[in-house]
């Protein structure tokens, strides 16, 4: 059965606190930190919002909307962008390059990622990330470039004066009791993450085809009581990925938290070896269903992620193979803007864990 796909926005009304779902106790020198919202986060606001849960939902993306009615999505800088030790002010990208060692990438993966400096971070518009997937950004004849030429987004220079799309906001809280009767003594500080103005979450939907619909709001995101505004919006894609993979050479960016199957390592498509990676460090994520039998407590589990922004570098046998799995071959789609790694009906493919973005290499 064919499938349609819109486009959800969730405007947060206040600031947002995601908890990883570590255990955390109150107490007089205790802070509680901030998560950047998952995949699961928007899943559970996308059910709400349209009152039944979408066969796919993949995001979430920042986003701001402008007043000329246009949306920009910033995605997490890759990880093989780094700043020059010397000059910060200076990008340069890891290079794969043989290594006689031996490495954990498995057979038939000789090649280590290969350079100095500190990771760029920040946020890279989708403009800007499309010609990173292209190879355009940094290539052979500009082997660095200046921070300032690559049109970023929100590159955190200093976090207090350049905080990102989602700015840190310090509050103290008060311990409670399960029925939020508060205990004394019990003072902690929580860091919210308050979105800067304009900036929105957004989550692509697939839907059926017959889907009768619409997206009503406004719906409970990032805490306790907490709201977000809803509204379906277009003009919002997925960067675009190349035309082409010479010599078999595909690249994949990591665009929302992924937890293979396999631990860090990405699961190596047919016909393909997996050459080299640049993986964060990796993201706490807690999944529960409070609609499920036993609720949030018989459901609740605590996995450990491949962080947005990592890389992993595949060769396949022919430019051919690399272009059916990546794009299509026209009958089949490819993998490109969709949650990869896991089952087709798996929950953490479907709520969005593991959505990637293809490109090339050299």
């Given at each position: 059965?064919?499938?349609?796909?819109r486009?959800?926005?969730?405007?947060?009304?206040?600031?947002l606190?995601?908890?990883?779902?570590?255990q955390?106790?109150?107490g007089p020198?205790?802070?509680a930190?901030?998560?950047?919202p998952?995949?699961?986060?928007?899943?559970g606001?996308a059910l709400s919002?349209y009152?039944?849960?979408?066969e796919?939902?993949?995001?979430?993306?920042?986003?701001?909307?402008?007043?000329?009615g246009?949306?920009t999505?910033?995605?997490?800088?890759?990880?093989?962008?780094?700043?020059l030790?010397?000059?910060?002010?200076?990008?340069?990208?890891?290079?794969?390059a043989?290594?006689?060692?031996?490495?954990?990438?498995?057979?038939?993966?000789?090649?280590?990622?290969?350079?100095?400096?500190d990771p760029?971070?920040?946020?890279l518009?989708?403009e800007?990330?499309?010609?990173?997937?292209?190879g355009?950004?940094?290539?052979?004849?500009?082997l660095h470039?200046?921070?300032?030429?690559?049109?970023?987004a929100?590159?955190r220079?200093?976090?207090d004066?350049?905080?990102?799309p989602?700015?840190r906001?310090?509050?103290?809280?008060?311990g409670r009791?399960?029925h939020?009767?508060a205990?004394?003594?019990?003072?902690y500080?929580?860091?919210?993450?308050?979105?800067v103005?304009g900036?929105?979450?957004?989550?692509?939907?697939?839907?059926?085809?017959t889907w009768?619909?619409?997206?009503?709001?406004?719906?409970?995101?990032g805490?306790?009581?907490r709201?977000?505004?809803?509204?379906e919006?277009d003009?919002?894609s997925?960067?675009?990925?190349p035309k082409?993979?010479?010599?078999?050479?595909?690249?994949?960016?990591?665009?929302?938290?992924?937890?293979?199957?396999?631990?860090?390592?990405?699961t190596?498509?047919?016909?393909?070896?997996?050459?080299?990676?640049?993986?964060?460090p990796?993201?706490?994520?807690?999944?529960?269903?409070p609609?499920?039998?036993?609720?949030?407590r018989?459901?609740?589990a605590l996995?450990w992620?491949?962080?947005p922004?990592?890389?992993?570098?595949?060769?396949f046998?022919s430019?051919?193979a690399?272009?059916?799995?990546?794009v299509?071959?026209?009958?089949?789609p490819?993998?490109?803007?969709?949650?990869?790694?896991?089952?087709?009906?798996?929950?953490?493919?479907t709520?969005?864990?593991?959505?990637?973005?293809t490109?090339?290499w050299?």
């Open positions: 059965m064919s499938s349609t796909r486009w959800l926005a969730l405007t947060p009304r206040d600031a606190l995601v908890r990883d779902g570590r955390f106790d109150a020198d205790a802070s930190e901030p998560a950047f998952r995949p699961s986060t928007v899943g606001a919002a009152g039944q849960e979408p796919e939902i993949r995001g979430p993306v920042l986003a701001r909307w402008h007043r000329g246009w949306w999505s910033y995605f997490p800088a890759p990880a093989d962008l780094v700043r030790p010397d000059d910060p002010g200076l990008v340069t990208r890891l290079r794969p043989p290594s006689g060692g031996i490495t954990d990438l498995g057979d038939g993966s000789p090649l280590l990622m290969i350079g100095e400096g760029l971070n920040g946020w518009t989708s800007t990330l499309g010609g990173y997937l292209r355009e950004l940094i290539d052979s004849d500009h470039r200046r921070v300032d030429e690559l049109d970023l929100f590159v220079d200093d976090p004066l350049d905080p990102g989602l700015a906001e310090p509050r103290i809280g008060l009791t399960p939020r009767v205990q004394e003594g019990l003072l500080q929580a860091t919210f993450l308050r979105p103005d900036v929105a979450l957004l989550a692509e939907c697939v839907l059926p085809a009768q619909r619409t997206a009503t709001g406004p719906v409970t995101l805490g306790r009581g709201l977000a505004d809803v509204a919006v003009g919002v997925w960067p675009e990925p082409g993979f010479p010599a078999g050479r595909v690249l994949v960016y990591v665009a929302t938290p992924a937890i293979w199957p396999d631990g860090w390592r990405i190596v498509p047919p016909r393909a070896r997996l050459m080299a990676a640049a993986v964060g990796p993201e706490p994520i807690a999944t529960g269903s609609r499920s039998a036993g609720g949030v018989a459901t609740r996995r992620a491949v962080p922004g990592s890389v992993y570098l595949l060769q046998d430019a051919d690399a272009a059916d799995w990546a299509g071959d026209g009958e089949r490819g993998v490109h803007g969709t949650a990869y790694g896991r089952p087709h009906h798996d929950r953490l493919r709520a969005g864990f593991g959505v990637i973005l490109g090339v050299s």
